[in-house]
């Protein structure tokens, strides 16, 4: 490294954000960006570990363990700070397709297992990833690239969420002619309408990239579904030389619970969806939260943009419901660096909800009973009650309620964000292509294909729910193997 000590002279610096109360007006990211001069201070930190762990996209206890794309990361810290960042977009782009979405929504593994970070805060790589790519979009290196030849085969891909786009781009590296296939409105999946605007700009940086793809001669067909009336599987069978099903896990866990069927319980993802829509096509219809009572059953980051996304309406109050216990500040002894750190966090949404209402909005070791209606049909309450963690006969851990705290909660809109079962089923099995048994279509992960010749399956529909760099990693392997069965060998990495 061009600066051996800079991991013992400076401290962690992150961007601000906009404030709380100021960003709640608008649909804007709300990320702010450090100047040159500091971002090179922070790639001085990365301290030439000798062994490094952030780029080795590995599951240790069943989590992401450094990077799953192999981000060159040590490479590129030390090109920004010698300010080489022609270079340093060139090590990123080698790697990574995507990293102006990786730089603002991946929850940056990478960090977690940075050898610094063992003993001091880690190395801020996920926005000096992001600077890399806004610098290189700025200065016009970021070009359609187009393939020297043609093979002349011609590749589906069902699905344009992050493993769609990836599977594509490489695809269409190799000379493929590349068609993806979208139900929605506009290309981009869950990077377009499942993640809110404020964390993922949909204009100005999901379009940007999707207009530079069709530049490079990839054709996005949206307000399609496969396997309907819009496009026969046997037409798609017959007019591609190869499929790629990047459809996600789109299939929502559901809470039955008495109450289910009353006005006003809605899964978060159509919430969000629609609401994106609405940003997207003024006059578009979604599901307020305005003058509501919200509350939203699930902890994760989909329950956060929830929370965000209601907070922008102005809801009259939102509660959060996480059955799981409050994470340790710090790392427990069963959680050793490189592992992911299971630590308590304060997400973005969390900190709105406290700048607005005065606390964070979470309530841990509770779960919901019972959702209560009115007269209307319309829900009302929320009956809940404290949970503790037990080993049951099996000698498994499951919730178990605490007698005496049961609570009754006021509710007049309830959001189920309690994850996702696996893909849906209606086009899997129009194809005759096998599951496992959580539902997700059968391949090998590094192989990607499934039991049907010339059809891989890439990303949370193989994989079930999961971290779109996981996503973007997939995506990338199942083109690789693609491009072997077409031509009979691949150069795609």
Same mark, same amino acid.
């Given at each position: 490294?061009?600066?051996?000590?800079?991991?013992?002279?400076?401290?962690?610096?992150?961007?601000?954000?906009?404030?709380?109360?100021?960003?709640?007006?608008?649909?804007?990211?709300?990320?702010?960006?450090?100047?040159?001069?500091?971002?090179?201070?922070?790639?001085?930190?990365?301290?030439?570990?000798?062994?490094?762990?952030?780029?080795?996209?590995?599951?240790?206890?069943?989590?992401?363990?450094?990077?799953?794309?192999?981000?060159?990361?040590?490479?590129?810290?030390?090109?920004?700070?010698?300010?080489?960042?022609?270079?340093?977009?060139?090590?990123?782009?080698?790697?990574?397709?995507?990293?102006?979405?990786?730089?603002?929504?991946?929850?940056?593994?990478?960090?977690?297992?940075?050898?610094?970070?063992?003993?001091?805060?880690?190395?801020?790589?996920?926005?000096?990833?992001?600077?890399?790519?806004?610098?290189?979009?700025?200065?016009?290196?970021?070009?359609?690239?187009?393939?020297?030849?043609?093979?002349?085969?011609?590749?589906?891909?069902?699905?344009?969420?992050?493993?769609?786009?990836?599977?594509?781009?490489?695809?269409?590296?190799?000379?493929?002619?590349?068609?993806?296939?979208?139900?929605?409105?506009?290309?981009?999946?869950?990077?377009?309408?499942?993640?809110?605007?404020?964390?993922?700009?949909?204009?100005?940086?999901?379009?940007?990239?999707?207009?530079?793809?069709?530049?490079?001669?990839?054709?996005?067909?949206?307000?399609?579904?496969?396997?309907?009336?819009?496009?026969?599987?046997?037409?798609?069978?017959?007019?591609?030389?190869?499929?790629?099903?990047?459809?996600?896990?789109?299939? +929502?866990?559901?809470?039955?619970? !008495?109450? @289910?069927?009353?006005?006003?319980?809605?899964? =978060? $993802?159509? &919430? *969000?969806?629609?609401?994106?829509?609405?940003?997207?096509?003024?006059?578009?219809?979604?599901?307020?939260?305005?003058?509501?009572?919200?509350?939203?059953?699930?902890?994760?980051?989909?329950?956060?943009?929830?929370?965000?996304?209601?907070?922008?309406?102005?809801?009259?109050?939102?509660?959060?419901?996480?059955?799981?216990?409050?994470?340790?500040?710090?790392?427990?002894?069963?959680?050793?660096?490189?592992?992911?750190?299971?630590?308590?966090?304060?997400?973005?949404?969390?900190?709105?909800?406290?700048?607005?209402?005065?606390?964070?909005?979470?309530?841990?070791?509770?779960?919901?009973?019972?959702?209560?209606?009115?007269?209307?049909?319309?829900?009302?309450?929320?009956?809940?009650?404290?949970?503790?963690?037990?080993?049951?006969?099996?000698?498994?851990?499951?919730?178990? +309620?605490?007698?005496?705290?049961? !609570?009754? @909660?006021?509710?007049?809109?309830?959001?189920? =964000? $309690?994850? &996702? *079962?696996?893909?849906?089923?209606?086009?899997?099995?129009?194809?005759?292509?096998?599951?496992?048994?959580?539902?997700?279509?059968?391949?090998?992960?590094?192989?990607?294909?499934?039991?049907?010749?010339?059809?891989?399956?890439?990303?949370?529909?193989?994989?079930?729910?999961?971290?779109?760099?996981?996503?973007?990693?997939?995506?990338?392997?199942?083109?690789?193997?693609?491009?072997?069965?077409?031509?009979?060998?691949?150069?795609?990495?």
């Amino acid at each position: 490294m061009g600066k051996p000590t800079g991991f013992m002279e400076y401290l962690r610096e992150l961007p601000s954000d906009r404030e709380p109360l100021e960003r709640l007006k608008d649909w804007d990211e709300f990320h702010l960006h450090l100047p040159e001069e500091k971002l090179r201070t922070q790639g001085a930190r990365c301290m030439d570990c000798g062994i490094p762990f952030c780029h080795t996209g590995k599951l240790v206890s069943g989590m992401a363990c450094g990077c799953p794309v192999n981000n060159l990361i040590p490479e590129f810290n030390d090109l920004v700070y010698r300010g080489l960042w022609k270079q340093a977009y060139d090590r990123l782009s080698r790697t990574n397709n995507f990293p102006e979405f990786t730089g603002r929504v991946c929850p940056a593994p990478c960090e977690g297992s940075c050898t610094l970070g063992a003993s001091e805060p880690a190395v801020t790589i996920k926005n000096i990833e992001v600077s890399i790519i806004e610098r290189a979009w700025d200065e016009g290196w970021v070009t359609p690239t187009l393939p020297q030849v043609r093979t002349g085969k011609k590749v589906a891909v069902v699905g344009s969420g992050p493993a769609g786009l990836s599977a594509a781009e490489q695809l269409n590296k190799a000379g493929h002619q590349v068609t993806v296939f979208e139900r929605a409105p506009l290309p981009g999946g869950l990077l377009m309408y499942g993640i809110p605007n404020m964390k993922l700009d949909k204009q100005n940086i999901v379009m940007r990239r999707i207009r530079l793809m069709e530049q490079e001669q990839i054709a996005f067909v949206c307000n399609t579904s496969i396997g309907g009336a819009d496009y026969p599987v046997e037409k798609l069978k017959s007019e591609f030389d190869a499929v790629v099903m990047a459809t996600g896990a789109t299939l +929502p866990r559901d809470l039955n619970i !008495e109450g @289910r069927s009353l006005q006003g319980i809605r899964f =978060a $993802m159509d &919430f *969000l969806t629609a609401n994106t829509k609405a940003v997207l096509e003024k006059g578009s219809k979604f599901i307020s939260a305005q003058g509501k009572d919200v509350i939203i059953i699930g902890g994760g980051d989909t329950g956060t943009d929830c929370v965000a996304t209601s907070l922008r309406h102005g809801c009259n109050s939102v509660t959060q419901l996480e059955i799981m216990p409050r994470s340790p500040d710090t790392r427990a002894d069963d959680n050793r660096w490189p592992e992911w750190p299971k630590t308590h966090k304060v997400d973005y949404g969390q900190e709105e909800a406290a700048a607005k209402f005065g606390a964070d909005p979470r309530v841990f070791l509770t779960t919901a009973t019972k959702f209560e209606g009115d007269a209307e049909g319309k829900v009302k309450a929320v009956h809940t009650v404290q949970v503790k963690w037990e080993k049951n006969a099996q000698g498994q851990f499951v919730p178990t +309620p605490v007698p005496g705290t049961e !609570e009754v @909660r006021p509710a007049s809109l309830v959001l189920l =964000a $309690m994850g &996702f *079962l696996g893909p849906e089923q209606e086009l899997p099995a129009a194809l005759g292509l096998e599951r496992d048994g959580r539902s997700n279509i059968k391949a090998d992960y590094g192989r990607y294909a499934t039991n049907i010749p010339g059809v891989f399956a890439a990303g949370d529909c193989r994989r079930g729910q999961s971290l779109v760099v996981w996503a973007f990693n997939e995506g990338r392997g199942a083109a690789r193997e693609c491009d072997r069965f077409l031509m009979g060998d691949t150069e795609l990495p």
